[in-house]
């Protein structure tokens, strides 16, 4: 047994996000085995005062597993789900605890497929990390997650205690999820324009953003989600403080030519809206044309 296959936890998907959580992880001395797409000999971390290399390899042959761990965190993006499956298969026994560090509110649906009856813990990520050029990470904030308060959840709550990455266990998730969703649906607005947060500066793009974000609020409360008329301007006022060059990572998919997340970010809107009898008219422009951009035709 190698010094990594000790911690008993595994990660798929060493990405921006799947990256700052497995330098958090090697930090504390629970380095976990990565399994990634992509060769690399190390991960490497950078943030505010310093950084972190998490030493590899990044595996990318699931038949390298030979026995399955007791935590796996998943952070490949929810339109590589079925291309990781196999991933799943070689690194889960009965009991593991998935915990799936991805935008959106259906990750249990999602992974109910391929595990349907392992222990899958949605998480709210908060903090921005982008990938740079040279393969590193730049970790842009406070590495911070929200999962639901489940007996499950004791796994990442140990395997993340004292890191550098926080994790809370909320009994209202769904609340809490939809309140990231409504930030991540308006969001995509930037795919459509081609520019980063600094474009909400713009009364005609803020106008757009708050009646895009009021539309997602009715469908959240419909789903659930307990939040006031509010926080559709507060998520507009979060981008107008961010810093004009904060991107996000469907924007950066779309720029690399990559598909999109945008049925998880936007579609999910327009579903479930028409599912609650609820209009959707700016989910009704807008979705065809992620749609568009993310899969062609053309
Ligand atoms: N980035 C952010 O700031 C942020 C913030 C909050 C939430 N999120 C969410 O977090 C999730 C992950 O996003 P991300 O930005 O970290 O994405 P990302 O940087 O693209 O990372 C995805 C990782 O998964 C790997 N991968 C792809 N297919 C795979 C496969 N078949 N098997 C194993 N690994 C595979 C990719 O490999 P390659 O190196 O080959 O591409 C990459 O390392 C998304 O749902 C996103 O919406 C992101």
């Known amino acids: 047994m190698t010094i990594s296959d000790s911690s008993g936890i595994a990660l798929v998907g060493p990405g ?6 497995a330098a958090a992880l ?9 399994c990634g797409r992509s060769a690399h000999e190390h ?13 590899g390899p990044v595996r990318t042959d699931p038949a390298t597993i030979v026995h399955p761990f007791d935590l796996v965190f998943v ?3 929810a339109t590589q789900i079925e291309a990781a499956a196999p991933w799943l298969a070689a690194l889960c026994h009965a009991g593991t605890v998935v915990c799936v560090l991805q935008n959106g509110v259906e990750q249990r649906a999602h992974f109910a497929r391929y595990l349907p009856d392992n222990p899958v813990l949605p998480s709210v990520v908060w903090f921005p990390a982008q990938r740079e050029a040279d393969a590193s990470v730049w970790l842009r904030g406070t590495a911070r997650l929200t999962l639901p308060d489940t007996p499950a959840t004791g796994a990442v709550l140990a395997a993340l205690s004292g890191t550098r990455c926080s994790v809370e266990a909320v009994s209202d998730f769904t609340t809490v999820a939809w309140r990231k969703l409504l930030q991540n649906a308006v969001a995509g607005l930037m795919v459509l324009a081609g520019r980063r947060a600094g474009m909400f500066a713009r009364a005609d793009i803020g106008a757009l953003a708050l009646a895009y974000a009021r539309e997602c609020l009715e469908v959240a409360r419909a789903e659930g989600a307990k939040l006031d008329d509010q926080v559709a301007q507060e998520v507009v006022n979060g981008f107008r ?13 779309r720029q690399a030519g990559r598909p999109l ?6 579609g999910v809107i327009q579903r479930l809206g028409r599912s609650h009898g609820i209009p959707t008219p700016v989910s009704d422009v807008i979705v065809p044309l992620l749609a568009a951009g993310s899969d062609g035709p053309g």
């Open 75 to 77: 952070a490949v993006k």
């Open 43 to 55: 991960l490497e971390l950078r943030f505010d005062g310093g950084r972190i290399v998490v030493p």
């Open 16 to 21: 921006a996000i799947g990256t700052t959580v």
């Open 241 to 253: 403080h961010s810093p004009p060059d904060l991107g996000t990572s469907i924007l950066a998919d």
């Open 261 to 266: 997340e945008w049925d998880g970010r936007n």
């Open 26 to 34: 090697h930090e504390a001395g629970r380095t976990p085995v990565i």
